[in-house]
């Protein structure tokens, strides 16, 4: 089956530092790729998400690229600000399936 | 506020008990997930209908735990003879099939603790 591996937490920062938060896949095909956050206290919401081979997501500053050749959908941003603090889990799913298969999140803390 | 709704959000149980969570999608999503996290991990796949057909259900889905959509609109997870092993976060999410990404929307989710 799929399986998605994130870079270990937790990862500290300050403001303004640049973010890098690695992922690598494994899948049967090409599933499209997604990241989400999770801040404290509430739901997953999307980030960003890309469908098919170098496309690149974007949104609020993040940043990230479907690499077939590497598997990877690392998530980046230039400079990160301390309401950036959250939980990041990069998410896969094969188009038309029902289930999405998360790593297990990466904690993100931005100091002032 | 139109978006994913889950009811309660906290539960807390004895071992034994038997509990139920109920989630309501967004209003036009025909497709309703249900996943589960524990602490320092990400979501895991339990479930998923479309309209009111059940159309996966993982392995880690015991026969303690049933989940129906009989209207397809809401639906409900239910325990069975909760164990402290199922203290956990359920989540529901939803998404409209038809859509290019099929995105899903989580729903703040609904804590068990089973003492």
């Known amino acids: 089956g799929n399986s998605v591996t994130q870079m270990e937490g937790p990862v500290t920062l300050s403001e303004e530092a640049f973010l890098t938060i690695n992922c690598t896949y494994t899948a049967t095909g090409y599933p499209s790729l997604f990241w989400y956050v999770q801040y404290p206290g509430e739901g997953l919401q999307l980030l960003l998400k890309a469908t098919k081979a170098d496309d690149k997501g974007s949104n609020k500053g993040f940043e990230a690229t479907y690499r077939k050749e590497t598997t990877s959908f690392h998530l980046e941003k230039g400079s990160v600000q301390v309401s950036d603090s959250a939980v990041y889990f990069c998410?896969?799913?094969?188009?038309?399936?029902?289930?999405?298969?998360f790593g297990d999140g990466t904690t993100l803390t931005v100091k002032p | 506020d139109t978006g994913v709704s889950q009811d309660p959000r906290h539960k807390i149980t004895k071992r034994g008990q038997n509990v139920t969570f109920r989630c309501d999608p967004i209003s036009e999503h025909n497709r309703l997930y249900w996943y589960r996290q524990t602490l320092g991990q990400g979501p895991e796949f339990l479930t998923y209908f479309q309209n009111e057909a059940q159309l996966e259900k993982s392995r880690l889905l015991s026969d303690r735990f049933s989940a129906e959509r009989p209207k397809g609109s809401f639906s409900t997870l239910e325990i069975q003879r909760t164990e402290q092993g199922d203290s956990a976060m359920y989540l529901c999410?939803?998404?409209?099939?038809?859509?290019?990404?099929?995105?899903?929307?989580f729903g703040p989710g609904t804590r068990l603790t089973v003492l």
């Open positions: 998410s896969g799913r094969n188009t038309n399936a029902g289930k999405s298969t």
């Open positions: 999410a939803s998404s409209f099939a038809q859509d290019s990404y099929n995105e899903q929307f």
